[in-house]
Every structure is written in structure tokens, then in C-alpha cells.
């Protein structure tokens, strides 16, 4: 019902915010479906803010919801298709139109998107995927074991581009289901055949892509745990770039297409034929480099003085050890000279200082009875026993007569 007002008589601003709250909130509950293109949703906030879209029209609507709600639905990420129960809200003071939330559910491809994220998750939790149980790939495998469909697209491109980078490569295939309800038991069955299987040195899952739904058996549970206990190496090679199933998260490794599987797996012989003349050019290289080198050391010791003629050196320390031992010769001569005449001399001084040279200039030395040398008269009486050393011996002589003298000298007469 519409309100009375004119120019004269106009309706106060609160007057007709409050009616178009009441006619708002009269709508009450009602579920709607659109796209979630926006989620706005700050740490530690009551409230997260959303926006819904309608997928056909261009019509968006501001949504509240708590985060309680929202973590209820499970994993919804931004682009999911949802529906939701909401109640316009009008804010009087702001003039602002809103939707509060009370219930979302994920719907078609989202509810999908948002059941794997949650598998996902809760895998990632368990450590399914860490890194470091990843497994390297042989570089050149003895056996590869395919699990594909038979007769595929995927199955072509994989044996041809194997083939065609290595000829000689054999390929072990274990045809399985890759869609519909029994694809997951086969996918399983097969894995593990091959895994097995002892000639087997990597597995390549592949399939030529496919929608959401068709490519739901890659990252069922029960798969992903199988290709998670294989002990051979596992490539994972499902669809397209755009394609990320479950299983490429827990395979040792991923490539983008089945065609890209057969290159991370088989090595290209003609690259490493090159590589390998390459390595040998290389290899000479550095062996002239390292031949010229030592024959250029050996040239330069060669031309030295001594290899022309080994003697040489001999003969210079041969004259030089003569002319030191001459010199030595020489000193030596020199010093025993100086030396003997040296002894001469002190020899001489000696022997002029002995007893013995007195003795040969005439003179004597005379001994009591007692062995103690006679220096004056005084000492003698007559009748004494003397001992007198001449130069050539010994004389005994008895004391007839004592005769002191009034010299200096004082001497005993024979």
C-alpha cells in the first residue's frame, strides 16, 4: 500500500525506512541457487562476508553468514554453485540492503568440488602426499607397466611416444575401466598386478581427460590409497593441464598428458646419443688440452742446462768441493803450525822451570834420612845420611862437618 505524501506533507526519512524494512522482512526464509564468485572471510571475525550471483542473469546480492555455517558445508571455494537459505535484511541507519545467511549447501559440480576438497584434506592430514615418500623414477626402466583402457586414445599415445624416444622399451598393460562404478576396483586391480609383477620398474596411470564426473574414480579414497602402497614408482597422466585429480597429488610423479608420461619416462635415445658424443667430445677435448699441456712441461725440463748435459752440475760441485778442501787443507796446516810452535814454546818455558834443567846446570838436590829436602846447615848434624840428586842419579854421602857461611846463601859442605 502505497504511502500518502506530497511536497506540503512529506513522510520523515525514518517513517519511510522503516516501512521498507517491514516490506523486506516480510519475504521471510527462502532458499535460493546462484554462484558463489566471492568469499571475504577475516581471521578472527564474527562474521564472513559472501556474494551470490545468479548464473543466468546479471543480478548479485551482499550475503552474511557466520563461520560456523559456511565451515558446516564442507570446503566451498569461490566459483561453486550453491544454495542457500537467506532473508533480506534491511539496516535502516545505512539504507543498505542485505542477506543473512543461516544454511549453504554445495550443489552439481560444487557439492562435487567440495566432497573431493574434503577427501583431500583429510589425506593430506594423514601425510599421503609429503614429498619426501616420493619415489625417483629408473632412468631407463626395464619394464613399464600401463593402466589404461583398452584400445584408448591414451593407451596410443603413451606406447607410440614410448616407443618412438626408445624402440627396444617394453611395455606391460594392464586394461582397466577409467569411468562408470566398477572403474575404481579394476584401476585398483590392475595397479597392483603390476606393482607385482618383479619386471614392472614403473607404473603410468593415463586417461585422454574427461569432465568433473568422469574423472571422479582418480581421486577415490580407496585408489589413492593403493597407488600410496605400491612399492613401483608410480606416474600419474590423467586428462589435461586443467585435469588435477587426487591421485596426482599422491603419484611420485605427474605428467600433465598421457603423451607427456611417456616422456618423463622413457628417455629420448637420439638426445642421449648426443649427449653422449657430446661427453666424448668433451672428453678429447680435455685429454689434448691435458696431453699438450704435459708434453709443453716436459719440453720446457728438457731444455734446461742440466738434462742437456747431467754432468755439468756434477763437475761445478766436484771444483768447488776441491777448492773448499784445499782452503781446508790449508786452514788446517796453518793452525797446527801455530799451534806446535805455541807448544814449543810453553814446552820450553816448562823444561827451563824443571828441576831437572837445574840438575843439568850443575847443581843438586839433597834429601835427610827422612825424604825432606836439606836447605840450610842448621839442619845437619855430623854423622848424617844424605841423599843428594845429581843430573845422571842419586849419591848417598855421610855429614863429616858442618860449616855455617855469612853469605846470603846458606849451603851444607859434602
Not at 516501512?19 to 516480510?26: D, Q
Not at 594392464?174 to 562408470?180: D, F, K, N
Request: proline fraction near 6%.
Amino acid at each position: 500500500m502505497a504511502m500518502e505524501s506530497s511536497p506540503e506533507k512529506p513522510q520523515p526519512l525514518r517513517t519511510v525506512a522503516t516501512a521498507v524494512k517491514g516490506w523486506v522482512e516480510r519475504l521471510g526464509w527462502v532458499w535460493v541457487e546462484g554462484q558463489l564468485i566471492q568469499i571475504n572471510r577475516r581471521s578472527g571475525a564474527r562474521t564472513v562476508f559472501l556474494t551470490l550471483r545468479d548464473k543466468l542473469g546479471e543480478v548479485s546480492v551482499s550475503v552474511t553468514i557466520s563461520p560456523l555455517a559456511l565451515d558446516a558445508a564442507g570446503p566451498i571455494t569461490e566459483g561453486a554453485t550453491v544454495v542457500a537459505r537467506l532473508r533480506p535484511t534491511y539496516w535502516t541507519p545505512t539504507g543498505r540492503l542485505s542477506f543473512y545467511c543461516e544454511e549453504i549447501r554445495a550443489v552439481g559440480e560444487g557439492m562435487l568440488l567440495a566432497r573431493l576438497e574434503q577427501t583431500k584434506r583429510m589425506l593430506q592430514a594423514e601425510g599421503l602426499f609429503d614429498q619426501r615418500l616420493k619415489k625417483p623414477l629408473p632412468f631407463l626402466p626395464s619394464t613399464i607397466g600401463l593402466v589404461t583402457a583398452a584400445d584408448s586414445a591414451a593407451e596410443r599415445d603413451v606406447i607410440e611416444n614410448a616407443r618412438r624416444r626408445w624402440p627396444a622399451v617394453p611395455i606391460t598393460t594392464a586394461h582397466a575401466l577409467v569411468q562408470g562404478p566398477q572403474a575404481v576396483e579394476q584401476l585398483i586391480t590392475a595397479i597392483r598386478r603390476l606393482d607385482n609383477d618383479p619386471q614392472v620398474d614403473v607404473i603410468i596411470v593415463a586417461r585422454g581427460g574427461g569432465s568433473l564426473e568422469d574423472l571422479l574414480p582418480f581421486s577415490d579414497e580407496a585408489l589413492v590409497r593403493a597407488v600410496h602402497a605400491c612399492r613401483t614408482p608410480v606416474v600419474s597422466a590423467i586428462g589435461h593441464e586443467p585435469d588435477s585429480p587426487i591421485l596426482d597429488l599422491v603419484a611420485d610423479r605427474r605428467a600433465s598428458t598421457p603423451t607427456d608420461a611417456a616422456k618423463v619416462v622413457v628417455p629420448d635415445v637420439a638426445e642421449e646419443r648426443q649427449r653422449i658424443e657430446q661427453a666424448q667430445q668433451r672428453l678429447d677435448r680435455a685429454l689434448d688440452v691435458r696431453l699438450r699441456r704435459e708434453y709443453e712441461a716436459l719440453t720446457a725440463l728438457r731444455s734446461r742446462p742440466v738434462m742437456a748435459d747431467p754432468t755439468a752440475t756434477i763437475d761445478v760441485h766436484t771444483d768447488k768441493i776441491s777448492q773448499l778442501r784445499d782452503r781446508a787443507w790449508r786452514t788446517m796446516s796453518h793452525t797446527i803450525t801455530s799451534h806446535s810452535a805455541t807448544v814449543e814454546q810453553l814446552l820450553a818455558r816448562a823444561r827451563a822451570m824443571s828441576p831437572r834443567a837445574t840438575l843439568q846446570r850443575g847443581y843438586s838436590l839433597v834429601l835427610d834420612g827422612e825424604g825432606h829436602a836439606v836447605n840450610s846447615v842448621a839442619d845437619l848434624d855430623p854423622g848424617d845420611d844424605l841423599l843428594m840428586y845429581v843430573a845422571d842419579g842419586q849419591v848417598v854421602v855421610e855429614v863429616t862437618d858442618v860449616r855455617p857461611s855469612d853469605h846470603d846463601h846458606q849451603g851444607a859442605e859434602r
